[in-house]
């Protein structure tokens, strides 16, 4: 199997140019700030266009960066926006292309997935989706060579994306990247409190998200109900809209990022 699914928002999301998204990347990370906290066995990170929602990805992205080397796969789920998918969707492809290079495939795991009667191969689900190849370039930044388990989600219920996950999990080698954006489209005042709102059921890990709340609201839900049953615990990183940072505050799109860690309070 050799076939590379191509970057298909680079240009437009991102830049496409491998210097200048590189630098992009690193200016974000370098406005993050910092923390002692205890490096995250799983995340929450928003997929909008980086002008947007970059700086929200950063803060969470930036807590990453000692774990390079540590970290060897990458289980990325995000929400399907172009193509139905019933269940939760695979690629068939060996990598993923990004300006930044080639990222290659865990195809072991991915076709050991293919025994839940709700996982199903589609490279056409992979094809045009954004909410998962956002998410390379900071990973890239931050991690270097790794291996990746893409995963569009689309009607799974919780407790199937939590099987899924539960599969997935693994040691220390394996990072759990769960992709979405919050409110959508809602007056600026009116997006803050539903925004609070969301990450506070996030924080308390209360997997009944709706799609309103988050377009990730199923990944997420099944990351929740997997982290309450592995003792995990949440924190809230960042929670902003795109009206602080690049758009008008009439109509915003929010967005947020979480920590999620094992052993005790984040």
């Keep these: ?32 700030k910092g923390s002692a906290a205890r490096p995250p066995k799983a995340i929450i990170a928003p997929h909008a266009g980086y002008i947007y929602s970059g700086p929200i990805a950063a803060s969470i992205y930036a807590r990453l960066a000692r774990l390079r080397g540590r970290i ?3 289980v990325l789920a995000g ?6 998918v019933p269940g939760i969707a695979v690629p ?12 290659a495939l865990d195809r072991k795991a991915i076709d050991a997935l293919r025994a839940f009667p709700f996982v199903e191969a589609s490279d056409r689900a992979h094809a045009r989706e954004h909410s998962l190849e956002v998410h390379i370039p900071f990973l890239q930044a931050v991690l270097g060579s790794f291996a990746l388990v893409p995963l569009v989600v689309g009607d799974a219920d919780p407790a199937a994306m939590a099987q899924v996950l539960d599969a997935l999990w693994g040691g220390d080698e394996t990072l759990v ?7 959508h489209y809602l007056p600026y005042g009116e997006a803050q409190a539903r925004d609070r709102a969301t990450a506070q059921a996030i924080r308390c890990l209360d997997a009944g998200l709706q799609p309103e709340e988050a377009c990730g609201a199923a990944p997420i839900n099944g990351l929740l109900r997997t982290a309450r049953a ?10 902003r ?26």
Excluded: K, Q, W
């Excluded at 492809?93 to 990222?103: H, N, Q, R």
């Excluded at 990247?177 to 409110?183: C, E, F, I, K, N």
């Design 72 to 74: 060897r796969r990458v």
């Design 79 to 84: 929400p399907a926006h172009r193509v139905y």
């Design 230 to 239: 592995r003792g995990l615990a949440c924190e809230i990183v960042d929670l």
């Design 177 to 183: 990247v769960v992709s979405s954006d919050l409110s």
């Design 92 to 103: 068939s492809v060996s990598a993923f292309a990004s300006p930044l290079g080639e990222v």
């Design 1 to 32: 199997m050799s076939a590379i699914r191509p970057a298909a928002v680079a240009g437009t999301f991102y830049p496409g140019d491998a210097p200048a998204l590189a630098a992009e990347v690193a200016s974000y990370l370098s406005r993050a």
């Design 241 to 266: 809209n795109s009206g602080d940072t690049a758009g008008d505050r009439d109509r915003v799109v929010g967005y947020g990022s979480f920590a999620f860690t094992e052993g005790g309070d984040a």
